[in-house]
């Protein structure tokens, strides 16, 4: 070790500790070293002309120069050791001064040896415990700012942490190794702030209070306010230092209490705080919507400000108790306007807490008029309802979900012969129903939990059993999406029923006499003309002609009284058959219609024209007899005519028209419009048998076949002027592939 | 085997009408058909007749009807029920069956050719008319059709 000269280490030592944060605080041995040196100087120039001197003397300086270098790695005790060696090597020296020395020279330099080496080795010493001082603060200082509250740490002037205490690992989470020796940019949430904080530094600024964030080792972040500045050695970028304060709880407070005021200021509501003395603190854009006051005019004034005078009692017993109790309260009320009308509101009254001491009152006040008229409006509509209900005839029941009775109208109760509602409700509805019919309850409250609506018909007699038939509509009542009740409807069509059930008694009978009609009426009929023209073909030249005119009477009256029955039966038949309506072109149904009708026209001069006519709807079958019996009346009564003339044509609203209206006109022998009403009549004839044959079935069949398809019959006419006839039937559009069009030829 | 001439055909006249019997007689008696036709005056007597159940003499004449003339309206059984009994069995199935009646109403005309009636003639009032609708019918169903057996 002894090869390595402490002097070079103890240098390379101290250039060393200018890296380290103590050498700031610790004075080299610059002293020590000149008082050495000056008196070695001496020393050398007093003894240099003998020649043992300098070996003397080096023998004395080997030891200081040791203790010089040991200095500051060993306790002053030391130092005074090595100090004696020195004294008695310089003893040995002045003893083994060669002879011929002045003694006097030799004393005075063993003296100035003694000397220089007693301050030398004082220096030393008080050079040591300098140096221990300031050890013992650089420890201290250590310690301190290792054990600091605030996170330090210091960076090279690239960045590069050089050093980090406890506080600030703690803080970020790492371990020192992680922390120290990396760039400060690795731990910054934004690392172009880094290089801005880095260069304002340099630049030679302080940074107070710069706000960035940190990334910790868990991956969380922390917000935290720097202060650093840069140590300056000799104008050169040393190091920084920097505070590292941690405020993620602060600006996380700060946040909420941004949130929290923009909640206060953005509501509806007016939320306003009170001094404990009653005095308005606050008062946000809520309180000067709803009250009328600005902010200005509002804050420092009495509570009572906006209390109605007829409620300031009510007001004051509640700051009280709220005051008293500290525990908030709600209420309903009513408050004052600048304008100095009334509002109806909703206020909950809050003590303000600090550290479980109240330091204020905070009021919420919400408006609620608009509430309390939805509520009046609610009220007026749930009177309306009931009243509705109790007018309605028909038995309105609200089910729960569970299908039971809760709410009967009064009618109802009536109709059900209920005497008291409470012994029904809360029964299963279907529980009132005959058995047969449960099924079909339960059926329609499934249908209506489901959101469907069912409607059926029912025979359930009243709970005092009175028969009764129902019509019952049953369906959900929803409140928005949610189906909450189950609403039935029954009307009482006990009598309806009875009616129907009348008249298809009524229907069965007159079937039954029309088939006894049919049946029994014709067989004495056939008798009557079946043996009158037995007798004409088997005696007939044996009678005279009185006898054969009287038979010829008879057969002609059976034969007549045939043609009526078959008529009447076709009338009656009309009612009861069904129909199968559809589109119908009825140019062929008269084309049909006028060849059936060959005999009639035979031999005559007629002059037939069918305009285009549009379709309609209506039963094939039953059409053709209109037109058949149409057609057969034109030819009838245009008999007396040379020219007989009949023609078929339509009117109406050629485009946008339900309706069509047919006509057929004629050149015959017309009739007398005063009469028109008896036209349509069954047996109804304007003229005589003789003149026109025919049982005056034809019209009335005619009107009652285009009644049942819903349309109306009309006739025209003037003697020996013609007649027209009108029918009224639905019209049919056509349809192709590009939209509607219209067919108006049929 | 085939029908071969009026001789050897059996026609059943089921009505219960007197006069209508008579007219209808006289019509066949014109045709000198008179010979071949049985007349029973209800419904029971025409199955009687035709399934050899009552006192009937001519044990095989029922299974040799060549042709029935039905009335509906007839007392006892009517003659809708006939119509079914005799379209049910095999052994009179195949006979043609014309119902000569009085109704038109057309839930009979529908319930006799659901039944499997081969005609359904409504008797007309007019004498003439009668004549000519029985003469047709002989023509067609016992000379002109030809028949199973």
């Known amino acids: 070790m002894l090869l390595k000269p402490p002097l070079f280490g103890n240098i390379a030592q101290s250039i060393h500790r200018l890296r380290t ?267 000067e919507k709803l009250l009328g006051w600005t902010e200005a005019q509002a804050v420092g004034q009495p509570k009572w400000l906006f209390v109605p005078p007829e409620r300031l009692k009510e007001s004051t017993a509640l700051l009280e108790t709220v005051l008293l109790e500290q525990v908030s309260s709600h209420t309903e009320t009513q408050r004052l306007r600048k304008d100095g009308s009334l509002v109806d509101v909703s206020i909950t009254v809050s003590p303000v807490l600090l550290k479980g001491r109240v330091i204020g009152v905070s009021e919420t006040v919400r408006d609620i008029s608009a509430r309390k008229r939805a509520e009046e409006a609610l009220r007026e509509s749930e009177a309306f309802n009931r009243s509705l209900m109790g007018a309605s005839t028909d038995c309105v029941k609200v089910l729960d979900l569970e299908g039971k009775l809760r709410h009967m109208n009064p009618p109802g109760q009536c109709t059900m012969e209920i005497d008291d509602f409470g012994l029904v409700c809360g029964r299963e509805w279907s529980s009132l129903w005959p058995e047969p019919m449960q099924k079909e309850i339960a059926q329609s409250v499934k249908e209506a939990l489901a959101g469907n609506s069912s409607s059926f018909e029912g025979y359930c007699p009243s709970v005092k059993g009175t028969p009764k038939w129902w019509d019952v509509k049953v369906g959900p009542v929803r409140d928005g999406e949610r189906i909450v009740h189950i609403l039935s409807v029954s009307r009482d069509i006990t009598a309806r029923k009875r009616a129907e059930q009348a008249l298809l008694e009524a229907n069965k009978e007159l079937e039954a006499f029309s088939y006894t009609v049919s049946h029994d009426l014709r067989a004495p009929l056939r008798s009557i003309n079946g043996f009158v023209k037995i007798l004409i073909e088997d005696h007939g030249p044996t009678l005279n002609d009185q006898a054969r005119r009287c038979l010829g009477v008879i057969a002609n009256g059976a034969d007549r009284m045939g043609e009526l029955i078959d008529d009447l039966l076709t009338f009656s038949r009309l009612s009861r058959s069904s129909m199968e309506l559809r589109a119908i072109d009825p140019k062929v149904i008269i084309n049909e219609a006028w060849l059936e009708l060959q005999q009639e026209r035979e031999g005559r001069t007629i002059e037939f024209i069918v305009n285009d006519l549009p379709r309609c709807r209506a039963d094939r079958r039953l059409l053709k007899q209109v037109w058949s019996n149409l057609l057969s009346n034109a030819l009838k009564y245009t008999r007396p005519r040379d020219s007989a003339r009949i023609e078929i044509g339509w009117s109406g609203d050629p485009q946008h028209s339900k309706e069509v209206v047919y006509w057929i006109r004629d050149n015959g022998v017309g009739f007398d419009q005063r009469y028109v009403h008896q036209l349509f009549g069954v047996f109804q004839r304007l003229h005589r048998a003789e003149e026109f044959e025919g049982t005056g079935v034809g019209l009335a069949i005619v009107q009652r076949i285009i009644k049942r398809h819903g349309g109306r019959v009309s006739a025209e006419g003037r003697v020996d002027g013609g007649a027209t006839m009108s029918l009224t039937l639905e019209r049919v559009y056509e349809y192709d592939g590009a939209g509607v069009h219209l067919s108006p030829l049929g | 085997m085939n029908t071969t001439g009026p001789e050897y055909i059996s026609v059943l006249l089921v009505e219960d009408n007197p006069d209508d019997v008579e007219l209808t007689l006289r019509v066949f008696d014109q045709y000198h058909l008179a010979n071949h036709i049985h007349v029973v005056r209800d419904g029971a007597e025409a199955l009687e007749w035709l399934f050899n159940t009552g006192t009937n003499d001519n044990r095989d004449a029922g299974y040799q009807t060549k042709l029935i003339l039905l009335d509906l309206k007839l007392p006892k059984v009517d003659g809708l029920e006939v119509l079914r009994r005799c379209k049910a069995d095999p052994r009179t199935q195949s006979i043609p069956v014309v119902i000569l009646t009085s109704s038109r109403e057309e839930r009979d005309v529908v319930e006799s050719y659901k039944l499997g009636v081969n005609s359904y003639i409504v008797k007309p009032v007019d004498f003439h008319q009668f004549v000519e609708a029985v003469r047709q019918l002989n023509v067609y169903w016992l000379v002109l059709n030809q028949g199973l057996t």
């Not at chain 1, 003893?91 to 020395?101: D, S, T, V, Y």
């Not at chain 1, 200082?141 to 690239?158: C, Q, V």
Request: aromatic share 10%.
């Open chain 1, 21 to 287: 944060p103590s050498c700031a605080f610790t004075p080299g041995p610059r002293w020590t070293w000149v008082v050495l040196v000056l008196s070695i100087g001496a020393i050398f120039l007093l003894d240099s002309m003998t020649p043992l001197g300098f070996v003397v003397w080096m023998l004395y300086l080997f030891p200081l120069w040791i203790a010089s270098g040991m200095s500051d790695r060993h306790s002053s005790s030391f130092i005074y050791i090595i100090g004696a060696i020195c004294a008695g090597l310089m003893f040995l020296g002045f003893w083994i001064a060669p002879p011929g020395i002045d003694p006097f020279i030799a004393l005075v330099n063993w003296l100035i040896g003694i000397g220089g080496l007693g301050l030398t080795t004082w220096l030393l010493r008080h050079m040591m415990e300098q140096r221990e001082t300031l050890r013992l603060n650089e420890a201290d200082l250590r310690d301190f700012l290792e054990g600091a509250a605030i996170g330090l740490h210091g960076e090279g002037p690239d960045g590069t942490i050089l050093w980090a205490n406890r506080a600030e690992l703690e803080l970020l989470g790492y371990d020192r190794e992680e922390y120290v020796g990396h760039h400060i940019r690795e731990f910054h949430v934004d690392p172009p702030a880094v290089e801005h904080m880095l260069n304002a530094l340099s630049a030679g600024h302080t940074l107070y209070n710069h706000e960035v964030k940190l990334l910790c080792k868990d991956g969380t972040t922390r917000d935290v306010s720097i202060v650093a500045n840069v140590s300056w050695k000799r104008g050169r970028f040393s190091h920084t230092r920097c505070f590292t304060r941690d405020i993620t709880a602060l600006k996380a407070a700060e946040r909420q209490q941004a949130h929290l005021a923009a909640i206060v200021k953005s509501t509806d509501d007016a939320v306003i705080s009170f001094s404990p003395d009653a005095r308005i603190l606050t008062w946000n854009k809520g309180a």
